[in-house]
C-alpha cells in the first residue's frame, strides 16, 4: 500500500527571482562582449575576446567553435513551441568576464551575464557552456524572458547546446498572465515535455506574505507543451496554503490554452418547484472554429434535464445551436398529473434555440433568431428564459443597406405564452419587406424618399370556421404599399424655421377569412363576457385599394440666450396637417398598428399609429413648447409640452373596433380620441454624465389628471450603480359583464422596477433588482445576487423570487451557486445579477 504524500506548508509566495548587480567601482574593468554568430551548416562563435582569471588576454583559437549560437533558443513553458528560429540572427554575449578554459574546453561567462537570441533574453550570475559535453548551465539568479511573455527564474539552469533538454533546479516560471509554477526540481525531455518535482502552480497573486487564494501542489507536474497540458499527480487543491482536497490525478490546459476540451465548473442550485439543482458540464474543443457544451443537470423534483450547444463560427460569420430537453412525469409538476393542463405536458418536453449571422457583402447580411418548443411553459418552467416573456417571435432576416438604399425581408412567426393563448393561436408573415430610397439631387430644392412596404401574412386562431365542412380556416392577408415622402426645410431672415412637406401613398390590400373589425360585440357568457357570434362578419375574399394624399408645414421659432452658465432656447413648435376627410379603413384587418401610446416622440408625427394599417384622416394641429438648455460643462435638460387638435374630417383615433377574440383593436382611452387631445410632456435631464432622468407624461385635456407616466432614471455615484423605472397606466380596460360593450376602466396599472449594483471593494459586489406592484402591493420578480472576482477566482451566489403564476408555473425561489477558476474551466462566463439561467453560458474562453 502506497504510503500518502505528506502535502506541503500551503503554496507560499512565490519569488520572483532578482539580479544582483554588483558594483565595483570605477575602477572595475567592465567587459562588455559581442559574440555574432552566423549560421551555415554549423554555427559558429566567431570570435570571443576575454580575460583569464589572472588578467591575461585570451587568444583567438579554432576551438572556440562551437554550436553555441546554433542553439534553438528555449521553448515557451506555456504555449506552442517555437519554431520560427532565424538561425541567421546573431547571438549576442555580454559579462563582467569571459573566460576560456583550454584544459576543460569550457567557455564561462561570469558577472552581469546577459545573453539575447531570437527575442530570448537569459540572464544570469555565471553562464558555463561545456564544449565536450554539450551542455550550458547557468546559475545564480537565472531569469528567462521569452517572447511569448513567461518568465522562468532558477538557482540554476542546465540545458544541452541545442536548448532542448535540460533541467532546472529550484524553479519559478511566471507565465504571461501571471500564473505560477515553482519546484524543487524540473527536468525537460523530448523539447516537449517538462516534469516539475514537489511543484505548485497558481494563476493567483500574492502579497510575499500570505499563501495564495488556491492553488495545486503535486509531487509532480508534467507539462506537456505540445498537447498544451497540465498533469497533476499525487495533488492537493488547497486554499490559502491549506489542502481541502486530495486529487490522485488531475489534468487542466496550460496557461496558454484558451479553449480545451473537458469539464467546467459544476453548477449547484435550489429551486422550490425543481428541487435541488447539480451538474458538470463538458465543453468538447472540435476544433477552432466550433465546438459543443454539453450540460447535463439533475433536479431532484423534475429528474434528469439535458441541455447542449453547438457553436459554429465560419470566414463570414457564426451560428448557435442550443438544446434543451427532459423526459416529463406529469406526476412531479406543481399540482400533480391532475392540475389543469398538466397531464399534457406528460413525456418528451423539449425546446431548440438557434441565432445566426452571416455577412454576405458589404452591404447584405442574413441572419435569423428562433425558438421552437414543446409547449409554452416548458422554457419559463426550467428557468430558460424569464417567467416574465409573454410572446415568442422567431425571425429570419436579409438586410442590404448602402448610402442611400435599404433593403429588407423579415420572414416572422408569432406564438403567444400565455394561459389563454393556444397552440393555434400563432402568425406567420412570409415575408415583410420594407425599401427605402432617399434620391440623391434634391427635387424643388427638398429632400424626396421612397418607400416600399410589402407583407403576406397568415393567421390560424380558429376564429373562423367554414360553415359547410366545420373546419377552422386560416386568415391570409397580403398587402403592397408604397409613398413618396417629400421634405424641405429653410429659415426666414428673423430665424422663423419653416419645414413644408407633403407624402403621396397608394395601398394594395388583398385579404379573405378575416374579421370585420366594425362587426364584433360582446355579450355575457357563462365565464364572462365572449363574442356575439350573430353579429361576427367574416369577409371571406375581397381586394381593397386606397390612395393617400397628405401635405403640411411645421413652423418654429426658436429664441436663444447665451449665459455664463450656457446656453437656453426656449421653441414654440406649430404644425398644420391635411390629410383626407375620411378612408373606408375601420373594417380593414389591423395587423400592424394596434400599439397607441401618446406622448412627446410622436406629436409631430404626420400620423401616430405605429403601423401602415391604420392611417390619420382629417386636418390636424400639433402645437408645443420645447425649452432646451445646453451647460458649459456639458450639462443638459430638455422639456416638450405639447397638444394635438382635430380640426375637421373623421378622427382615426375613435371606435377602434375589436378583434376575433373580442379585444379592441388598438386602445380607445389612447389621449386623441376627444377633439382636443391630452396633454403630452416630455422631459429629458441630465446634469452629469453619471445621472440622467427621463419622463414621459399624459394629463387629461380637461381636469389634468395623470393618465399615463413612464419615468426611467439611470444613475452612478462612486460604486454605486443604480437604475429605477416607474410605469402608470390609469385607462386599464376591462369589460363590464352585465354591459359588455361598455369601455370601462379598471384600477390603474402602476408599477416599480430597480435594480442596483454596489461595489463593495475591488473584489467584492453585491447586485439585486426587483419589479413591485404598487397596486396589489407585492413583489413580482426580486434576485440579489453577491459576487466575489479576482483575477483567479469567482464566486456569485444569486437569489431569485418569482411571484408569477400560470398553469404549472408557481411563485418560486431559487437559489444558484458557481464557482470559476482560472484555467480550471468557466473562468470567462457571464455572472449578471440575473443571467443565472441554470448555470448560463459556459465556456473555456
Excluded at 583550454?102 to 527575442?119: L, Q, T
Excluded at 406649430?574 to 379603413?585: M, N, R, T, V
Excluded at 406622448?599 to 399609429?609: G, P, R, V, Y
Aim: hydrophobic share 35%; glycine share 8%; with cysteine.
Amino acid at each position: 500500500m502506497r504510503e500518502a504524500r505528506t502535502p506541503q506548508e500551503g503554496c507560499g509566495p512565490f519569488r520572483e527571482g532578482s539580479r544582483r548587480r554588483t558594483a565595483r567601482g570605477a575602477a572595475r574593468a567592465l567587459l562588455r562582449l559581442v559574440v555574432i554568430s552566423f549560421v551555415t551548416s554549423v554555427s559558429t562563435l566567431a570570435h570571443a575576446q576575454g580575460i583569464d582569471a589572472n588578467g591575461a588576454t585570451l587568444p583567438n583559437s579554432k576551438k572556440n567553435k562551437s554550436s553555441f549560437g546554433a542553439a534553438n533558443a528555449p521553448s515557451a513553458i506555456f504555449g506552442k513551441v517555437n519554431t520560427n528560429i532565424d538561425r541567421a540572427q546573431p547571438m549576442r554575449l555580454q559579462g563582467d568576464q569571459l573566460i576560456y578554459d583550454k584544459s576543460g574546453d569550457r567557455v564561462i561567462s561570469r558577472g552581469n551575464v546577459e545573453i539575447f537570441y531570437n527575442n530570448y533574453i537569459l540572464t544570469a550570475d555565471e553562464v558555463v557552456y561545456d564544449q565536450s559535453g554539450g551542455t550550458l548551465t547557468a546559475v545564480g539568479n537565472v531569469t528567462l524572458k521569452e517572447p511569448q511573455g513567461n518568465i522562468v527564474h532558477a538557482d540554476r539552469y542546465t540545458l544541452t547546446d541545442d536548448f532542448r533538454d535540460g533541467f532546472v533546479s529550484a524553479l519559478s516560471i511566471v507565465s504571461a498572465d501571471k500564473s505560477h509554477i515553482s519546484a524543487d526540481r524540473a527536468t525537460r525531455r523530448e523539447g516537449n515535455i517538462t516534469e516539475f518535482e514537489n511543484g505548485k502552480f497558481t494563476p493567483c497573486q500574492s502579497d510575499g506574505n500570505t499563501p495564495p487564494l488556491w492553488c495545486i501542489s503535486a509531487a509532480r507536474i508534467i507539462h506537456d507543451q505540445e498537447a498544451a497540458t497540465l498533469t497533476y499527480q499525487d495533488a492537493y487543491f488547497q486554499i490559502y496554503g491549506q489542502p481541502i482536497l486530495y486529487l490522485p490525478y488531475f489534468q487542466s490546459p496550460d496557461p496558454s490554452v484558451k479553449r480545451k476540451s473537458g469539464f467546467l465548473t459544476p453548477d449547484y442550485g435550489h429551486s422550490s418547484t425543481l428541487g435541488y439543482i447539480t451538474g458538470i458540464p463538458y465543453f468538447w474543443n472540435l476544433a477552432p472554429n466550433y465546438d459543443i457544451t454539453l450540460d447535463p443537470l439533475y433536479m431532484s423534483e423534475q429528474g434528469l434535464f439535458m441541455k447542449a450547444e453547438w457553436r459554429h463560427r465560419l470566414a463570414n460569420g457564426e451560428y448557435t445551436v442550443k438544446l434543451a430537453g427532459i423526459d416529463q412525469d406529469a406526476n412531479n409538476l406543481p399540482g400533480g398529473a391532475n392540475a389543469l393542463g398538466n397531464a399534457k405536458l406528460d413525456g418528451f418536453r423539449g425546446s431548440v434555440e438557434t441565432h445566426g449571422l452571416f455577412s454576405l457583402s458589404s452591404w447584405w447580411k442574413f441572419g435569423w433568431d428562433a425558438i421552437v418548443e414543446s409547449d409554452d411553459q416548458f422554457r419559463r418552467f426550467y428557468k430558460l428564459d424569464s417567467v416574465l416573456v409573454t410572446d415568442r417571435v422567431n425571425q429570419v432576416y436579409l438586410t442590404g443597406q448602402s448610402d442611400r438604399n435599404y433593403f429588407n425581408a423579415t420572414l416572422y412567426q408569432f406564438g403567444g405564452l400565455l394561459t389563454n393563448d393556444t397552440p393555434e393561436t400563432e402568425s406567420y408573415t412570409h415575408p415583410i419587406v420594407n425599401y427605402n430610397y432617399v434620391f440623391a439631387d434634391p427635387v424643388l430644392g427638398g429632400e424626396l424618399k421612397w418607400n416600399t412596404n410589402a407583407l403576406s401574412f397568415t393567421r390560424t386562431d380558429g376564429t373562423v370556421v367554414d360553415p359547410t365542412t366545420g373546419r377552422q380556416q386560416d386568415q391570409n392577408i397580403n398587402r403592397i404599399i408604397t409613398e413618396l415622402n417629400w421634405r424641405r426645410r429653410f429659415t426666414d431672415t428673423i430665424g422663423i424655421s419653416y419645414t413644408p412637406f407633403a407624402d403621396i401613398r397608394g395601398d394594395v390590400y388583398q385579404y379573405d377569412n378575416v374579421v370585420d373589425p366594425t362587426s364584433i360585440t360582446l355579450q355575457p357568457g357563462p365565464n364572462g363576457p365572449e363574442v356575439n357570434p350573430d353579429t361576427t362578419r367574416i369577409i371571406g375574399s375581397e381586394t381593397v385599394t386606397r390612395g393617400v394624399v397628405d401635405g403640411g408645414v411645421l413652423v418654429s421659432y426658436p429664441w436663444v440666450a447665451n449665459r455664463a452658465e450656457g446656453t437656453h432656447i426656449i421653441e414654440p413648435i406649430g404644425q398644420i396637417i391635411a390629410h383626407q376627410e375620411s378612408l373606408p379603413q375601420r373594417r380593414l384587418p389591423n395587423e400592424d398598428a394596434q400599439s397607441l401610446v401618446f406622448d412627446d416622440t410622436n406629436l409631430f408625427a404626420t400620423t401616430k399609429f405605429s403601423g401602415y394599417d391604420r392611417i390619420e384622416t382629417g386636418t390636424r394641429v400639433n402645437a408645443g413648447l420645447q425649452y432646451t438648455f445646453q451647460s458649459n460643462d456639458g450639462g443638459y435638460a430638455r422639456f416638450l409640452a405639447g397638444q394635438s387638435y382635430q380640426l375637421t374630417g373623421d378622427n382615426a383615433y375613435l371606435l377602434p373596433g375589436r378583434t376575433g377574440e373580442g379585444n379592441f383593436v388598438f386602445n380607445p382611452l389612447n389621449g386623441l380620441e376627444t377633439q382636443k387631445s391630452d396633454y403630452v410632456l416630455g422631459a429629458y435631464f441630465a446634469p452629469i454624465a453619471d445621472f440622467r432622468i427621463i419622463s414621459q407624461s399624459r394629463f387629461n385635456e380637461s381636469t389634468l389628471a395623470l393618465k399615463r407616466e413612464d419615468l426611467a432614471a439611470v444613475a452612478k455615484y462612486g460604486p454605486l450603480s443604480v437604475q429605477a423605472g416607474y410605469s402608470y397606466d390609469a385607462d386599464a380596460l376591462f369589460t363590464d359583464p352585465e354591459n359588455p360593450d361598455v369601455i370601462a376602466v379598471s384600477t390603474p396599472l402602476e408599477e416599480v422596477l430597480a435594480a442596483a449594483t454596489l461595489q463593495l471593494t475591488n473584489r467584492w459586489s453585491i447586485g439585486g433588482s426587483s419589479r413591485y406592484d404598487l397596486q396589489t402591493g407585492s413583489f413580482r420578480y426580486d434576485s440579489v445576487s453577491l459576487k466575489y472576482a479576482d483575477e483567479c477566482f469567482v464566486l456569485t451566489a444569486s437569489y431569485i423570487q418569482s411571484n408569477y403564476s400560470d398553469l404549472s408555473i408557481e411563485p418560486d425561489q431559487t437559489v444558484m451557486l458557481r464557482f470559476e477558476f482560472k484555467h480550471l474551466g468557466d473562468f470567462a462566463a457571464t455572472t449578471g445579477n440575473l443571467d443565472f439561467n441554470m448555470g448560463g453560458d459556459q465556456r473555456t474562453n
